[in-house]
């Protein structure tokens, strides 16, 4: 059973920045993948970015150039830097992780983006 926490979410203004942080209890290498998400009250949860096993990542086009994902072997973190924030990037963020056939999400952070 694998274990996330997530930290970092707040309220911050439009054009400012937060980092989101996952803590990953195991080797974030062992997972096939490991991603975010969001969900906006009312709206679906829907992928933002997304990091494989080697490297390779993806992102939302609603995002793309702005958020920035990464992980930390080390520490079995994984990030997400979110800069130039806009009001409607307000949602619930959830890590979510890929492991065999087994997928595991976060309590979620709340990130509240003022105009």
């Known amino acids: 059973q694998v274990q996330l926490v997530e930290s970092g979410g707040g309220l911050v203004q439009a054009g400012g920045s937060l980092r989101l942080s996952c803590a990953v209890s195991?080797?974030?290498?062992?997972?096939?993948?490991l991603g975010w998400h969001r969900q906006a009250p009312g709206k679906p949860r829907e992928l933002v970015a997304i990091?494989?096993?080697?490297?390779?990542?993806n992102y939302a086009d609603f995002v793309k150039g702005r958020f920035t994902i990464s992980r930390d072997g080390a520490k079995n973190t994984l990030y997400l830097q979110m800069n130039s924030l806009k009001p409607e990037d307000t949602a619930v963020y959830y890590c979510?992780?890929?492991?065999?056939?087994?997928?595991?999400w976060g309590q979620g952070t709340q990130v509240t983006v003022s105009s």
């Open positions: 195991g080797s974030i290498f062992s997972m096939n993948a």
């Open positions: 990091i494989t096993s080697g490297g390779t990542t």
């Open positions: 979510n992780v890929i492991q065999g056939r087994s997928s595991y």
